[in-house]
C-alpha cells in the first residue's frame, strides 16, 4: 500500500538517471503511482525508455514543450490510454549557454530572455492548460523552482526572472484551477549536480557552498526532492496548494553565514 496508490502521474522533464524528475518518478512508483513520461528529443527517447521500464512504465511520448502540437498530443494519447490524469510534473528548465556566463547585465539578451521565459515558465502553464480536461477535483500539477526566483545569485542570470514567473505561475494556477480541486504547487530545491546544472558556470563551487554553509552541511538529493514531490501531489497534503516548499538543506533560510 502507497499513498499514491491509483494515481496516474504524468512526468516531464527526465533526461537521466541524475534528472530530479527521475527522484520524482522512482518515489512516486514506490508510493504506488501509475507513470507515463516525456522525452524532449528521439536522442533522449532511449535513454527515457529505459527509465520507464524501471517503473514498469511503457507510456513513454514525445514532448518539447515550445511546441503547442506536440503537448496537445501528449493529452490526447493520456486520454486514449487512462482517460484521465492525476498528477502532471513539470521537470523542465532551459536557457542558451551563453546566458548562464557572466552577469546577468553582461549575457541578458532579447532572444535569451524570451526562451528561458517559454521554455521554463510559460510551458507550465500550457501542460496545466492542455491537461485540465483530464484532470478532475484531487488532481495536482508541480513544478521545480530554484532559490535564483527571489535572490540573485551568481551565473544563474536570466534563469532567476525566469523561475520568479514560473513561481508566480504557481499562484496564478492554484488560484484558476482551485475551485476545480486542482492543487498546484512547485519545490524550490537546492543544487544538484544533473545535466541541466552543468551548463551553469562554476556549479561545483554552488555545491560547495551549499555543503559548508547549509544548517544540515550537505547538498540534497533528487530522490530527497521526489519523496516531497510525492507528498505534496498526495492527499495527505489535500489541503495545500500555491505554495513553494524548499528543499535545500535548509539554506534559504540563512541570513549571514556563521562567523568563524
Ligand atoms: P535535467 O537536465 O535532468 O532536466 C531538465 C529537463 O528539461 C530535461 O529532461 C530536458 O529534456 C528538459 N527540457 C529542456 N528543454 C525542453 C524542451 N524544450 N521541451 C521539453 N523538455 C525540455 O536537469 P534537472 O536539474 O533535473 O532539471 C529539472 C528541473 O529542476 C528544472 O526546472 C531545473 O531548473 C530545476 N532545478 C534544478 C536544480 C539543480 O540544481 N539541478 C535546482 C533547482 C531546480
Not at 537521466?16 to 520524482?24: D, P, T
Not at 503547442?68 to 490526447?76: C, L, N, S
Not at 494556477?173 to 543544487?191: C, E, F, M, T, Y
Request: glycine letters at 10%; proline letters at 3%; one cysteine or more.
Amino acid at each position: 500500500m502507497g499513498f499514491l496508490d491509483g494515481k496516474k502521474a504524468l512526468i516531464v522533464g527526465v533526461a537521466s538517471n541524475r534528472s530530479i524528475a527521475w527522484g520524482v518518478a522512482e518515489a512516486m512508483h514506490a508510493q504506488g503511482a501509475e507513470l507515463a513520461f516525456t522525452y524532449q528529443t528521439e536522442k533522449l527517447k532511449s535513454r527515457v525508455d529505459k527509465i520507464a521500464e524501471a517503473t514498469g512504465s511503457n507510456l513513454v511520448l514525445e514532448c518539447d514543450v515550445e511546441h503547442d502540437e506536440h503537448i496537445d498530443r501528449v493529452f490526447d494519447q493520456l486520454s486514449d490510454a487512462w482517460g484521465r490524469v492525476d498528477i502532471i510534473i513539470h521537470a523542465v528548465g532551459f536557457a542558451p549557454r551563453d546566458q548562464l556566463q557572466g552577469t546577468f547585465a553582461e549575457a541578458v539578451t532579447r532572444e535569451g530572455f524570451r526562451i528561458a521565459h517559454d521554455i521554463s515558465a510559460y510551458s507550465f502553464a500550457a501542460l496545466a492548460k492542455a491537461g485540465r480536461p483530464l484532470m478532475g477535483a484531487d488532481s495536482s500539477l508541480l513544478t521545480l523552482s530554484y532559490l535564483g526566483a527571489v535572490r540573485a545569485m551568481p551565473y544563474y542570470n536570466v534563469m532567476g526572472p525566469a523561475k520568479a514567473s514560473l513561481e508566480a505561475c504557481v499562484r496564478y494556477l492554484a488560484q484558476s484551477l482551485g475551485p476545480d480541486g486542482i492543487r498546484v504547487n512547485g519545490i524550490s530545491a537546492g543544487p544538484i549536480k544533473t545535466l541541466a546544472a552543468a551548463g551553469i558556470s562554476n556549479f561545483r563551487k554552488m555545491l560547495d557552498h551549499v555543503e559548508t554553509r547549509a544548517p544540515l552541511r550537505r547538498t540534497i538529493t533528487a530522490r530527497e526532492v521526489g519523496d516531497v514531490a510525492a507528498f505534496l501531489c498526495s492527499d495527505l497534503a489535500r489541503g495545500v496548494t500555491g505554495e513553494i516548499t524548499y528543499v535545500d538543506s535548509g539554506y534559504n533560510i540563512l541570513g549571514m553565514a556563521e562567523l568563524s
